[in-house]
């Protein structure tokens, strides 16, 4: 079995294709967990917040079990991100041995999955230079794009959808987070204060929302 670059053998061949099983196995089984941990965290964390915000009595008691359900929410969330940023970082090593495997074997599919996706990030970076400064900073905030892409328009590029779930995960988290503060601040300062939290993480939502499904300057 031979490629461009070097020659090997048949048994090295189904030891390397037995490693690439693995690690695509492996790199899907992490995405499995980040998505199946998300959801879990998403439907606890909602169901909490209607009920603590239609709770009817408003006392001493209900305000303290309020705000240290809100603490312990906003704590879990936190500690849940650590733990989804640690399987993104070893799946981007079982995706990085991918590439390697395939070049010594002659494959190409992982390979070409990461040039599409270089240069789709790159074709944001352009695109990020034409927005308004909200724009900017919320792009900079939610997408995650290494420093080493270079910035460079591909209009091929505009409708495909590059790897990587951190932008979902991490609205998921920011959402939850001032949900609860803001539920937990509300109990606090009154039902008016908590109102206005509501109009206010409903515009933060929609500014978010629009950012990520912005494209085109």
């Known amino acids: 079995m031979q490629n461009s670059t070097t020659q090997i053998s048949d048994s090295d061949f189904e030891r390397l294709f037995k490693e690439y099983q693995s690690c695509r196995e492996d790199a899907s089984r992490l995405e499995s967990y980040i998505w199946k941990t998300a959801g879990l965290l998403g439907v606890a964390s909602g169901t909490g917040v209607v009920l603590r915000s239609t709770a009817g009595e408003h006392d001493l008691p209900h305000l303290v079990t309020t705000v240290l359900i809100a ?8 500690i849940w991100w650590r733990f989804a ?8 090593l079982k995706y990085e041995r991918l590439d390697q495997i395939e070049k010594l074997i002659g494959f190409g599919q992982d390979i070409n999955v990461g040039t ?34 270079e910035r460079k328009e591909s ?12 932008p979902v995960t991490k609205l998921l988290v920011l959402t939850n987070v001032l949900s609860w503060l803001f539920i937990a601040i509300g109990e606090a300062f009154g039902q008016s204060f908590r109102y ?11 500014s978010l929302v629009d950012v990520w499904f912005w494209r085109k300057p």
């Open 116 to 149: 599409r996706d270089r240069e789709a990030m790159g074709d944001r970076l352009y695109l990020q230079g034409a927005a308004s400064p909200f724009q900017r900073i919320l792009n900079f905030l939610l997408f995650e794009i290494p420093p080493a892409i």
């Open 85 to 92: 940023r640690r399987w993104w970082s070893i799946q981007h």
């Open 71 to 78: 603490v312990l929410a906003i704590n879990l969330s936190l």
């Open 196 to 206: 206005g939290s509501i109009v206010l993480l409903i515009f933060i939502l929609v």
């Open 155 to 166: 209009k091929r590029t505009r409708s495909y959808e590059y790897r990587g779930n951190q």
